[in-house]
């Protein structure tokens, strides 16, 4: 069994930065396909960021730039550094796991930008 724990969440500013950690418990976070999401009340969850097992990532469009993913394969942990806050990327941010064909999550740490 995988657990995850989300931290680094928090109150910014517009333009701020903010550095999300995902501690991994269990086997497997090597070769793990790892991701960010976000989900705003009353929206539906969306996709941030994604890094495979070969560091190759992927972002959507909105943060692209702004964004950056990341693993430390040792330490069983994800990263996402996020630059240049806006007030649209305030949402629960959540980490994901995909690990033999097994999806994993973790509860979500808030951000919040504030204008």
């Known amino acids: 069994q995988v657990q995850l724990v989300e931290s680094g969440g928090g109150v910014v500013q517009a333009g701020g930065s903010l550095r999300l950690s995902c501690t991994a418990s269990?086997?497997?976070?090597?070769?793990?396909?790892m991701s960010w999401h976000r989900q705003v009340p009353g929206k539906q969850r969306e996709l941030v960021a994604s890094i495979n097992r070969f560091f190759n990532t992927n972002y959507r469009e909105s943060v692209r730039g702004r964004f950056t993913i990341s693993r430390d394969n040792p330490n069983d942990t994800l990263y996402l550094q996020m630059k240049n806050l806006k007030s649209e990327d305030t949402a629960v941010y959540s980490c994901?796991?995909?690990?033999?064909?097994?999806?994993?999550w973790g509860q979500g740490t808030q951000v919040t930008v504030s204008s």
């Open positions: 994901s796991a995909n690990i033999r064909g097994n999806e994993y």
């Open positions: 269990g086997p497997g976070f090597s070769g793990a396909f």
